[in-house]
């Protein structure tokens, strides 16, 4: 089970896992030994589930983004929609995905090089999965806030 200075030390990895222990310690009323402990304790018990770069907007404000909604059908057999789940899962362009409530059954964000290149994903992806009923896409003209992060300690 995960303790205050595990959630501490989550919300602050969160925000940057480049630091070092010693600097994490500055936050954390952790000795830099034990922030480096618990680390390695969180990864191999799956808390951090992996670490990633985030990459500057300078390097992907000119790509294209769309946020698109899609309706399944509503005798989509099951096998179908899982098949179409793990393409949408594996595909490299669609960036999250989540299956949601209401009007719609998934949102995704697709990332590509341009138009172009969003419309053959749409229609090898989307439009040619009969699975797929409708999809209504969205494109990103400007990035507001982007911040993945869950606040865990109180």
């Not at 590509?112 to 009923?133: I, N, P, Q, Y």
């Amino acid at each position: 089970m995960l303790d205050e200075f595990d959630r501490t030390l989550l919300d602050e990895v969160q925000r940057d896992d480049g630091r070092t222990a010693d600097q994490l310690a500055a936050r954390v009323a952790l000795s830099p030994s034990a922030i480096a402990r618990r680390l390695r304790r969180l990864r191999a018990e799956g808390w951090i589930e992996r670490t990633i770069a985030l990459l500057s907007t300078r390097l992907i404000e000119r790509r294209l983004r769309a946020v698109v909604l899609l309706q399944l059908g509503e005798h989509a057999n099951r096998l179908a929609k899982d098949a179409l789940l793990a393409r949408l899962r594996s595909a490299e362009e669609v960036q999250w995905a989540y299956e949601i409530s209401g009007s719609h059954d998934v949102l995704l964000m697709l990332d590509c090089a341009g138009m172009d290149e969003f419309v053959e994903r749409a229609e090898t992806l989307l439009a040619a999965d009969a699975t797929v009923r409708r999809y209504e896409s969205f494109f990103v003209k400007r990035e507001l806030k982007f911040a993945p992060f869950v606040r865990l300690a109180s």
